[in-house]
């Protein structure tokens, strides 16, 4: 069974930057399935989760969190001291100016904003990519729009990125080699030679206490108002 750290990974490094700024009031923007949420909620005085899913919106409101059911951008009441979208920005790149200036405008004077996202990752599964995929195929896509993304953020203050791992685990190379080839998507001619390369990958590099392990990076995008 694959199992990942990728929520309590989250929940350290958003935790590290309410401290910082010292959030008592938190947008969550696509809030996901609650189990992330919840942990957040408990660190600030006000949480309010924005959520397109129904199903989703349901089990936010199942723990009792304050919701909206609605598609960001969306008019919100209120400013806030932190305005967070945790792998919920659009793949859409004409989105990007509509949905991040909401965003910003929906901080406080001190807020802060913070961006969760893989695009613009530089670690081991963005360099598998690099060596498997076709050239044309979506790595290409992602790096186009993560810089289209920060020329956005630059505009509107001081930007700091920051990079941490997440990993997902099994105990059967089978399972977690067939994983990584649907993260890696590579060309089908090569698909052979990519099980190969990775069966080896995992064995000489990332196995550990009877779990083969495979990470992704999240790539941590904080832009807050320049002094």
Not at 67 to 80: D, L, M, N, V
Not at 85 to 107: C, G, K, M, Q, V
Not at 188 to 205: G, H, M, N, P, W
Request: net charge neutral; aromatic share 10%.
């Amino acid at each position: 069974m694959i199992t990942t750290n990728q929520k309590d990974v989250l929940f350290r490094e958003i935790s590290l930057y309410l401290k910082k700024y010292k959030v008592k009031s938190l947008l969550d923007i696509g809030a996901g399935d609650g189990i992330l949420a919840q942990r957040l909620a408990n660190r600030v005085s006000r949480y309010l989760a924005i959520e397109s899913d129904r199903e989703r919106i349901e089990k936010l409101r199942g723990f009792g969190l304050e919701t909206i059911h609605a598609t960001f951008p969306q008019g919100i009441a209120g400013k806030f001291d932190m305005v967070l979208a945790s792998h919920s920005i659009p793949e859409d790149e004409s989105l990007y100016r509509p949905f991040l200036e909401t965003a910003w405008n929906t901080l406080n004077d001190k807020g802060v904003l913070l961006i969760v996202t893989f695009k613009g990752q530089h670690g081991e599964l963005h360099d598998l990519r690099n060596k498997w995929r076709d050239t044309k195929d979506s790595d290409g896509i992602d790096e186009k729009l993560y810089h289209a993304m920060l020329n956005i953020l630059k505009t509107y203050g001081k930007v700091e990125i920051h990079r941490v791992v997440s990993e997902f685990q099994s105990e059967n190379i089978d399972e977690i080699t067939d994983f990584a080839i649907r993260s890696i998507s590579p060309k089908e001619s090569e698909k052979e030679a990519c099980v190969q390369f990775l069966r080896d990958f995992f064995k000489i590099k990332h196995f550990s206490e009877g779990k083969y392990f495979f990470p992704h990076e999240h790539v941590f995008i904080s832009v807050s108002r320049l002094s």
